[in-house]
């Protein structure tokens, strides 16, 4: 079954520090997001990336950076943490088609406080 | 960019009522269409996605039907069960990235 692993599952952060948020999939697939769930706003589009080495900006992506060092690989890096980016992130990984599944992590909810 | 509009906030069933979720969507390309279930703490997960041959998909007793005419992917159930209780999210995909465009989520709440 298609894996995509996220760490940490849940992480409080201060105000005005960096934080990684890490993510590990095992599906083969091309392309890998992130997503920020927040209630009344569903699934909105950080980063995402179709290869190793590249990254592209999503609806949202300020605030955010990321990095894919390899295709297994892709993280979400908050320079400077805000009270606003209190949420819960999803990673995911696709074929990379438009008619395919998206598979998600588990999700890591963000505190910041 | 691609949009999607679902049934916002809560809808309430009780136990054996039939399930009708809306979804509309603005897109300039002629996109996917797919419905993703969420349960209490859990991934979202793929519930059913639309065919190019316009084939009806069916999952768990779920179906939607795609109507290109009213641009709607509405998901539906005969009959509610209890655990079909989860947030809801209707989404679509088209062009050449692969991008997945959410709408804001239904939570469907089944009491017996």
């Known amino acids: 079954e298609a894996a995509v692993t996220q760490s940490p599952r849940s992480k409080v952060a201060v105000t005005g520090g960096k934080v990684t948020l890490s993510c590990h999939q095992t599906?083969?697939?091309?392309?890998m997001y992130w997503y920020r769930q927040d209630t009344g706003h569903g699934l909105r589009l950080i980063h995402y990336?179709?290869?190793?080495?590249?990254?592209e900006k999503g609806d949202i992506p300020d605030g955010y950076k990321a990095s894919r060092p390899s295709q297994e690989n892709f993280s979400l890096i908050l320079e400077l943490a805000s009270l606003s980016q209190t949420a819960v992130y999803f990673c995911?990984?696709?074929?990379?088609?438009?008619?395919?599944?998206?598979?998600f992590g588990k999700g890591t909810r963000l505190t910041v406080v | 960019g691609d949009s999607v509009t679902q049934t916002e906030g809560l809808v309430t069933l009780t136990e054996g009522l039939p399930v009708m979720l809306n979804c509309t969507y603005q897109?300039?390309?002629?996109?996917?269409l797919f419905w993703y279930v969420q349960h209490l703490n859990e991934a979202p997960k793929l519930l059913l996605k639309?065919?190019?041959?316009?084939k009806r998909p069916e999952h768990q007793g779920f179906h939607a039907t795609l109507h290109k005419s009213s641009s709607s992917f509405h998901l539906q159930k005969s009959s509610a069960q209890l655990s079909d209780s989860a947030l809801y999210y209707c989404?679509?995909?088209?062009?050449?990235?692969?991008?997945?465009?959410f709408g804001k989520g239904t939570k469907l709440s089944v009491k017996s």
């Open positions: 995911a990984s696709s074929p990379g088609q438009s008619n395919t599944e998206v598979f």
């Open positions: 599906n083969n697939h091309d392309y």
């Open positions: 990336s179709y290869v190793a080495d590249s990254t």
């Open positions: 897109s300039t390309y002629s996109p996917f």
């Open positions: 639309s065919f190019t041959d316009n």
């Open positions: 989404a679509c995909s088209g062009g050449s990235n692969a991008k997945l465009t």
